[in-house]
Nanobody, 125 residues
């Protein structure tokens, strides 16, 4: 059974940090470009960051460049998102998914993808 399970969300003050973790099971995740997506209330889902399956190159949406870092550990079938200097506009449900492509590296929502159920990140005083 294919599963992507996110963890690490929560409530944090502006300027704080969180580390999201995505654990994959039931498929060969090391063959897939993986990524993080988020959906804020009343907004469409957007691709935040992707990491390639081969050379671990990375993609970030402009709004998180310099603040977020994506990484993966294929031996543990895990993808991480380190989020620093969080802002209120980073608030939303964060999803782990295979909805990325390697070339060019970036979000790719077409086709069949695996998605987790999401973890809520709230940045507020």
């Amino acid at each position: 059974q294919v599963q992507l399970v996110e963890s690490g969300g929560g409530l944090v003050q502006p300027g704080g940090s969180l580390r999201l973790t995505c654990e994959a099971s039931g498929f060969a995740s090391h063959y897939y470009a993986m990524g993080w997506f988020r959906q804020a209330p009343g907004k469409e889902r957007e691709g935040v960051s992707c990491i390639s399956s081969n050379d671990h190159s990375t993609y970030y949406v402009d709004s998180v460049k310099g603040r977020f870092t994506i990484s993966r550990d294929n031996a543990k079938k895990t993808v991480y998102l380190q989020m620093n200097n969080l802002k209120p506009e980073d608030t939303g449900v964060y999803y782990c998914a295979t909805a990325c492509r390697n070339n060019p590296l970036g979000p790719y929502l077409d086709g069949m993808n695996y998605w987790g159920k999401g973890t809520l990140v709230t940045v507020s005083t």
